[in-house]
T-cell receptor
Framework: DTEVTQTPKHLVMGMTNKKSLKCEQH?????MYWYKQKAKKPPELMFV???????INESVPSRFSPECPNSSLLNLHLHALQPEDSALYLC???????????FGPGTRLTVT | QKEVEQDPGPLSVPEGAIVSLNCTYS??????FMWYRQYSRKGPELLMY????GNKEDGRFTAQVDKSSKYISLFIRDSQPSDSATYLC??????????????FGQGTTLQVKP
């Protein structure tokens, strides 16, 4: 089973709100990723966790805060976002020693 | 110059046609090559994965990698309207920690007309 789940599917938040996106995988993968995707563009990498430790931060603004509570879960905490942060947020995972990544369905975020 | 170039299309073909989708790249360190299919407002779905040069076939899909030309292709045989989607190529170089950063092409939008 190559399934990555994400909740919620849709999220509308104001610029002063605090919200969290959640991602879960049960494939035993030890690397998990957050991507941001704007319309008609490829996904852009935001963060990478390897063995529950943050290994890559692609210079993402601090209003995005990732968290990896355990090897199956990945959260993205959102605070004081801007309208330009509206996008599809994708979670992905990959197994140790392999490079293909499996994506979740995404959370469509709208910041008002 | 982008590391990975992919014609965004759109590409429109009749049902049953053979579709050829291509990407070129500039970094010879890339060793892992992937094709993803993305339907509108959904997450990318991994279609094919290839390491180094060669061909790989899975049903109606064939992936080819030519490292000498820095060129990869995805062929879809007997295309169906359900194949209408955006196809993203992605590639990665060997890195420590088993977290290969994917470099994506821009994606090609394919429409298969009944």
């Amino acid at each position: 089973d190559t399934e990555v789940t994400q909740t919620p599917k849709h999220l509308v938040m104001g610029m002063t709100n605090k919200k969290s996106l959640k991602c879960e995988q049960h494939m035993g993968h030890r690397a998990m990723y957050w991507y941001k995707q704007k319309a008609k563009k490829p996904p852009e990498l935001m963060f990478v966790y390897s063995y529950e430790k943050l290994s890559i931060n692609e210079s993402v603004p601090s209003r995005f805060s990732p968290e990896c509570p355990n090897s199956s879960l990945l959260n993205l905490h959102l605070h004081a976002l801007q309208p330009e942060d509206s996008a599809l947020y994708l979670c992905a995972s990959s197994g140790a020693g392999v490079y293909e990544q499996y994506f979740g369905p995404g959370t469509r975020l709208t910041v008002t | 110059q982008k590391e990975v170039e992919q014609d965004p299309g759109p590409l429109s073909v009749p049902e049953g046609a053979i579709v050829s989708l291509n990407c070129t790249y500039s970094n010879s360190a890339f060793q892992y090559f992937m094709w993803y299919r993305q339907y509108s407002r959904k997450g990318p779905e991994l279609l094919m994965y290839t390491y180094s040069s060669g061909n790989k076939e899975d049903g109606r899909f064939t992936a080819q990698v030519d490292k000498s030309s820095k060129y990869i292709s995805l062929f879809i045989r007997d295309s169906q309207p359900s194949d209408s989607a955006t196809y993203l190529c992605a590639m990665s170089r060997l890195s420590s920690g088993n977290t290969g950063k994917l470099i994506f092409g821009q994606g090609t939008t394919l429409q298969v007309k009944p």
